[in-house]
Every structure is written in structure tokens, then in C-alpha cells.
């Protein structure tokens, strides 16, 4: 799986995500950091990817865009790096399920 990290997560969760297998960047690590939400879209869609974020803007905007990459919606309030890979890695095989289903935005709170 492919995924694209939000500017407003850490760039260790896109190095996190390829220890495990998966291919990940980070927005800021590849000129999308300043961006709107409508590039980091077409980025995401243009390269495959899965957006992970803490902005509910892509929730908002998902209903009104077609076509729409994946979301992974992170709900947590304020995490440290090391609480959000905990949860991350705790729930993961659900998370990966989900995504692997189809569905359009995952949510962890």
C-alpha cells in the first residue's frame, strides 16, 4: 500500500509505515507543504496513495469529489509521535482491512 503523510502528522510516521512494507512520503519531504488540500488530492490520486491526516477538511471535501484517494482520518487529540504509533501499530490489521475493502475514509479515535 502506498500512502501519503499530511503536513500536520510527523515525517517519522512515513519512515514507520515503510519498515512495515508499505511504500509512504511525507507532504513536506516532497514540496507539498504549503499546498492546499485540493493538490495534496490530486497528488494522492495521481500517485495512488492513501492521505493520512488530522484535517477534517478532507472529510468535508470527500462528499463533493469524485474521484477521492482513501483517507486515514487520525482523530486523536494532540498525540505524541510515540501514543500515535502505538495506536497505529495496535490497530492496524483493522486499519489495513478497512482500506484494503475500499472504503473511502477510515477513522482512528
Avoid: C, Y
Amino acid at each position: 500500500m502506498r500512502f501519503l503523510v499530511d503536513q500536520n502528522l510527523p515525517p517519522t510516521l512515513a519512515a514507520a509505515l515503510e519498515k512495515i512494507g508499505h511504500e509512504a512520503s511525507h507532504t513536506e519531504l516532497i514540496g507539498l507543504g504549503e499546498v492546499d488540500d485540493g493538490s495534496i488530492i490530486d497528488h494522492a490520486l495521481a500517485t495512488g496513495s492513501v492521505i493520512i491526516t488530522k484535517d477534517s477538511d478532507f472529510n468535508l471535501i470527500a462528499p463533493h469529489r469524485d474521484p477521492m484517494p482513501q483517507i486515514l482520518w487520525i482523530r486523536l487529540k494532540n498525540p505524541s509521535t510515540q501514543e500515535l504509533k502505538r495506536v497505529l501499530t495496535e490497530r492496524w490489521p483493522d486499519i489495513e482491512s478497512s482500506l484494503e475493502s475500499g472504503t473511502t475514509i477510515v477513522e482512528v479515535s
